[in-house]
T-cell receptor, first 112, second 114 residues
Framework: ELKVEQNPLFLSMQEGKNYTIYCNYS?????LYWYRQDPGKSLESLFV?????AVKQEGRLMASLDTKARLSTLHITAAVHDLSATYFC????????????FGPGTRLSVLP | DSGVTQTPKHLITATGQRVTLRCSPR?????VYWYQQSLDQGLQFLIQ???????AKGNILERFSAQQFPDLHSELNLSSLELGDSALYFC?????????????FGPGTRLTVT
């Protein structure tokens, strides 16, 4: 059974600082997704990582995937207040009962 | 605006009732996904349809069912509702069904069961 964990669950950081959110998964995942959710809003897709070593970047966010370690990271560079949101990762296994499995989310607050 | 629409935005109903949630995907997207978000269970994937056919299934209860119609809109039917079914229900759409297709999410339907 695919299980997905994230840490930290809560993250408070100052503007301008760097930090990393970790996403661990328990068994093989065919791909790895990252999403953002603002309070009271819907979800926004950030990244889809398809293979070992995949790295994707958008603005101050960079996601990577290490399938051997069953680990994905979301790195935040020089955080700004607009990045305050909850970030979810999700694993996916094709042809498997629970295809998408989400982590619990990391609530990020960027303070001035 | 993602281009995905969901109706209704809010729904309040009683236990034991049945409701239908509707989702219209972005123009050109063939896949529709349904998700449930609650404080107790977090985000859960329910089901995916691709071009009218069921493509993937998550922890969808037997009391729940979905379908995708020829015009590609989708409906999620929830029956014999229980208090624990109160949640936000999101649908998302994507162009394809495999590989790195981005999912675009609708605004959600907030279901309250009393």
């Amino acid at each position: 059974e695919l299980k997905v964990e994230q840490n930290p669950l809560f993250l408070s950081m100052q503007e301008g600082k760097n930090y990393t959110i970790y996403c661990n998964y328990s068994t093989t995942s065919d791909r790895l997704y990252w999403y953002r959710q603002d309070p009271g809003k819907s979800l926004e897709s950030l990244f889809v990582l398809l293979s070992n070593g995949a790295v994707k970047q958008e603005g101050r966010l960079m996601a990577s995937l290490d399938t051997k370690a069953r680990l994905s990271t979301l790195h935040i560079t020089a955080a700004v207040h607009d990045l305050s949101a909850t970030y979810f990762c999700a694993g996916y296994r094709d042809n498997y009962g629970q295809n998408f499995v989400f982590g619990p989310g990391t609530r990020l607050s960027v303070l001035p | 605006d993602s281009g995905v629409t969901q109706t209704p935005k809010h729904l309040i109903t009683a236990t034991g009732q049945r409701v239908t949630l509707r989702c219209s995907p972005r123009s050109g997207d063939l896949s529709v996904y349904w998700y449930q978000q609650s404080l107790d269970q977090g985000l859960q994937f329910l089901i995916q349809y691709y071009n009218g056919e069921e493509r993937a299934k998550g922890n969808i209860l037997e009391r729940f069912s979905a379908q995708q119609f020829p015009d590609l809109h989708s409906e999620l039917n929830l029956s014999s509702l229980e208090l624990g079914d109160s949640a936000l229900y999101f649908c998302a759409s994507s162009e394809g069904t495999s590989g790195g297709y981005v999912q675009y999410f609708g605004p959600g339907t907030r279901l309250t069961v009393t």
